[in-house]
């Protein structure tokens, strides 16, 4: 069983920084992707940025250039560093490991930004 655990959610005012880390209990090295949701209340759970074995990344619109994803392969973890945060950005943050064989999420952090 593969157990993922999100950490670096909380409060913060619109315009300041939160840096999300998912430690993975397997190597990541090997692992297709892993990517950042969210999901809203009352809306549907959104890829955010995600990042492949080979280190591309992508973003979705709305966070360009405020959100960075990145890992660290030595200590089985993905970061998102979240800057210029804005009323918008608050949800319910969850990582996700897309291994060969199956797909595992964590529990999720809760960031909220208020304006």
């Known amino acids: 069983q593969v157990q993922l655990v999100e950490s670096g959610g909380g409060l913060v005012q619109a315009g300041g920084s939160l840096r999300l880390s998912c430690a993975v209990s397997?190597?990541?090295?090997?692992?297709?992707?892993m990517g950042w949701y969210r999901q809203a209340p009352g809306k549907q759970r959104e890829l955010v940025s995600k990042i492949t074995s080979g280190g591309s990344t992508n973003y979705t619109d709305s966070v360009k250039g405020r959100f960075t994803i990145s890992r660290d392969n030595a200590k089985n973890t993905v970061y998102l560093q979240m800057n210029s945060l804005k009323p918008e950005d608050t949800a319910v943050y969850y990582c996700?490991?897309?291994?060969?064989?199956?797909?595992?999420w964590g529990q999720g952090a809760q960031v909220t930004v208020s304006s």
């Open positions: 397997r190597n990541i090295s090997s692992i297709n992707a």
């Open positions: 996700k490991a897309d291994f060969k064989w199956a797909g595992y």
